[in-house]
Nanobody, 127 residues
Framework: QVQLVESGGGLVQAGGSLRLSCAAS????????MGWFRQAPGKEREFAAA????????YYADSVKGRFTISRDNGKNTVYLQMNSLKPEDTAVYYC????????????????????WGQGTQVAVSS
């Protein structure tokens, strides 16, 4: 069983920064791809960023590219999302997820490519 626990959310003014963390349990973290998704009120969940097991392949949604950075520390079983230059439209619940058997370079943005999800952490950006 894999458990994912997000932390680091909060309220920040536009232009500010936050760093989200996702702590994973389970022995296979270092060999798993990980992703961050977000869901704004009244909207569908959307892809934000993904990273493969080694950090050699990283993907971003166009909406966060240049502002967000995904990284991981396999020694700590943790994946991070550094969010800079935050905008009110970044307000959402942010979820981390583990890449499952369907994960790949062609479907990293698709939520069915992930098999375990955290409970989410709220990020609110005020204008």
């Amino acid at each position: 069983q894999v458990q994912l626990v997000e932390s680091g959310g909060g309220l920040v003014q536009a232009g500010g920064s936050l760093r989200l963390s996702c702590a994973a349990s389970g022995r296979t973290f270092s060999s798993d791809a990980m992703g961050w998704f977000r869901q704004a009120p009244g909207k569908e969940r959307e892809f934000a960023a993904a990273i493969n097991w080694s950090g050699s392949s990283i993907y971003y949604a166009d909406s966060v590219k240049g502002r967000f950075t995904i990284s991981r520390d396999n020694g700590k079983n943790t994946v991070y999302l550094q969010m800079n230059s935050l905008k009110p439209e970044d307000t959402a619940v942010y979820y981390c997820a583990r890449g499952g058997p369907r994960y790949g370079s062609r479907n990293y943005y698709y939520d069915l490519a992930y098999d375990y999800w955290g409970q989410g952490t709220q990020v609110a950006v005020s204008s």
